[in-house]
């Protein structure tokens, strides 16, 4: 495999695995694995697999990102004053439940400490 370009080597990579099924052998395979790409949609290759899981982390971290835009622009709209190190705590959380908590907040709290009353 390593005299074929990255491409190439990626797609045999990925053909054996497929040709493997559900063997023993196929983990070992697995474990050998350390690219991203799929050439074989659907079948639970390791590529695809490392794929969908990126993907969905992107996806969480892009709800995150604007569940935290959400609370600060509600803040400003409130007149609320967001102090650096708040705004920091805000965008560099990454759980949704307690953004969403934060947000149902913001849309009753006087000050800013109103946000993690509690936490």
Wanted: with cysteine.
């Amino acid at each position: 495999m390593r005299s074929f370009d990255k491409a190439t080597a990626k797609y045999w990579c990925e053909w054996l695995e497929v040709g493997l099924e559900d063997t023993p052998v196929r983990e070992t395979w697995r474990e050998l694995e350390k690219m991203v790409a799929t050439y074989f949609p659907g079948r639970g290759t390791l590529f695809e697999e490392t794929y969908l899981e990126g993907k969905a982390e992107g996806k969480a971290e892009g709800k995150a990102e604007a569940r935290a835009e959400s609370i600060l622009s509600v803040l400003e709209k409130r007149a609320i004053p967001v102090p650096e190190d708040t705004r920091d705590r805000i965008t560099s959380c990454t759980d949704l439940d307690t953004l969403t908590l934060w947000f149902d907040r913001s849309l009753t709290a006087t000050a800013v400490d109103d946000l993690f009353a509690g936490n």
